[in-house]
């Protein structure tokens, strides 16, 4: 069974900084994609970055280009997502996602609902 455990979420100003971590644990973490999603108040939930099992290949959201940056370390069996510059749009519930199939590297195209295991997500609030 595959658990997704979030921490790091909080209140930070905008320009701030924070760093969310998912400990994944129920299956060989090394051999699967793992992401990040987020969903504001009353919208869908929206692709924010994946990472390849290896961690060679990575897709991240244009909305968080250049101010956020994705890692794991498959020796502890974690996912990271730091995230600079924060701006309030970046306001929303963070999940951790782990890909369901081993080696396929999940792309932003493809089906939220059916291609991921999700953590129980983290509050991020980006004040102005």
């Known amino acids: 069974q595959v658990q997704l455990v979030e921490s790091g979420g909080g209140l930070v100003q905008a320009g701030g900084s924070l760093r969310l971590s998912c400990a994944a644990s129920?299956?060989?973490?090394?051999?699967?994609?793992m992401g990040w999603f987020r969903q504001a108040p009353g919208k869908e939930r929206e692709f924010v970055v994946t990472?390849?099992?290896?961690?060679?290949?990575?897709d991240y959201a244009d909305s968080v280009k250049g101010r956020f940056t994705i890692s794991r370390d498959n020796a502890k069996n974690m996912v990271y997502l730091q995230m600079n510059s924060l701006k309030p749009e970046d306001t929303a519930v963070y999940y951790c996602?782990?890909?369901?199939?081993?080696?396929?590297?999940?792309?932003?195209?493809?089906?939220?609902?059916?291609?991921?295991?999700w953590g129980q997500g983290t509050q991020v609030t980006v004040s102005s």
């Open positions: 996602a782990a890909g369901r199939s081993a080696y396929y590297y999940y792309r932003p195209t493809d089906n939220i609902r059916e291609s991921y295991y």
């Open positions: 990472i390849s099992w290896s961690g060679t290949s990575t």
């Open positions: 129920g299956r060989p973490f090394s051999r699967y994609t």
